[in-house]
């Protein structure tokens, strides 16, 4: 008798983002104008901060989700203010919107690194990517030359805008695919002690 065992061949890629969605069509806006420049290849991507990125198999998902949510249910909402534009000079250059309260989302980077990282590490070519400076990109992809083109007007450009962070959501990848929401773990800020004493008599 021949018995089916799925064998898990592939990690899937994950991606843990804040929305900004009361600045989301403003944010877009300039995203569509970077288009105008015809550069083929910048990566223009719908509006997002990333929180983290990591790859992993899919049997790790439950404890993974499990995690999120009562990190997620012990952080209080907060207030994300966003101020001009920044970028990352490279091979492949990013235009970004700049934030400048990047604390609290710091604190939860800080949080997952110590309490998630055993869950989602994996092989030494596959480390997790955790954000250390807090941004919104514009554009990413884009050669020195291309870069030295367009900043001198991206500088200039004024930008002041607020929104409220009310949960944390994560994005699901297979090789070959396209990011599809799992699933959303809203920031409640109830007592971390409740998880304790869950986890001390559940």
């Known amino acids: 008798m021949e018995i089916d065992v ?20 403003q944010i877009q806006a300039f995203k569509e104008q970077f288009k105008s420049y015809g550069f083929k290849n910048a990566q223009i ?13 899919e049997t790790y998902e439950h404890a993974i989700m499990k995690k999120l949510k009562q990190m997620a249910a012990v952080t209080r909402p ?11 000079e490279s091979t492949t250059s ?16 800080e949080r997952k690194k110590r309490e998630i990282n055993p869950l989602v590490k994996g092989s030494k070519e596959a480390k997790p990517y955790y954000d250390s400076k807090p941004h919104i990109t514009v554009a990413r992809g884009l050669a020195s030359e291309q870069l030295q083109q367009v900043w001198p007007d991206w500088r200039k450009e004024s930008f002041e805008a607020s929104f409220t962070a009310h949960e944390m959501v994560l994005l699901k990848k297979a090789p070959g695919g396209t990011y599809k929401e799992r699933a959303r ?18």
């Open 6 to 25: 799925e064998v898990e061949v592939f990690e899937y890629e994950y991606l843990l983002i804040i929305e900004p969605k009361e600045v989301k069509q």
């Open 45 to 57: 991507t719908p509006a997002h901060i990333t929180v983290m990125y990591f790859l992993r198999y």
């Open 78 to 88: 907060f207030e994300v203010q966003l101020n001009g534009f920044g970028n990352f």
């Open 94 to 109: 990013t235009v970004y919107i700049n934030i400048t309260t990047a604390d609290p989302i710091l604190n939860i980077v």
């Open 185 to 202: 773990f809203p920031f409640k800020g109830e007592d971390p002690g409740q998880f304790v004493q869950m986890s001390l008599f559940g």
